[in-house]
Nanobody, 116 residues
Framework: QVQLVESGGGLVQAGGSLRLSCVAS????????MAWFRQAPGKEREFVAS???????AYADSVKGRFTIFWDNAKDTVYLQMNDLKFEDTAVYYC??????????WGQGTQVTVSS
């Protein structure tokens, strides 16, 4: 089992920045992909960014050039640096881990609110 705990959300003005963190614990040695998703009120959960254990990254078009995902293996932590935030980035952000098995794990989410 893997447990994921997100933090770093909050209220920020448009144009501002936030850094989200997701700490993994438990059987983390099998994790090969970490990702961030988000869900805005009344909308489906959507992909934001991901990073594989070989450091390959992927981003949703809506966040390219503004968000950066990076993974500190030593700390079992994945981060999402969010710059130039927009009102439409307001959502609950979730961390997801894929591990060998295959197994999929989700965190509880952290709220990001961008004021216009």
């Amino acid at each position: 089992q893997v447990q994921l705990v997100e933090s770093g959300g909050g209220l920020v003005q448009a144009g501002g920045s936030l850094r989200l963190s997701c700490v993994a614990s438990g059987r983390t040695f099998g994790i090969y992909n970490m990702a961030w998703f988000r869900q805005a009120p009344g909308k489906e959960r959507e992909f934001v960014a991901s990073m594989r254990s070989n450091s390959n990254t992927a981003y949703a078009d809506s966040v390219k050039g503004r968000f950066t995902i990076f993974w500190d293996n030593a700390k079992d932590t994945v981060y999402l640096q969010m710059n130039d935030l927009k009102f439409e980035d307001t959502a609950v952000y979730y961390c997801r881990a894929l591990a060998t098995g295959p197994n999929e794990y989700w965190g509880q989410g952290t709220q990001v609110t961008v004021s216009s």
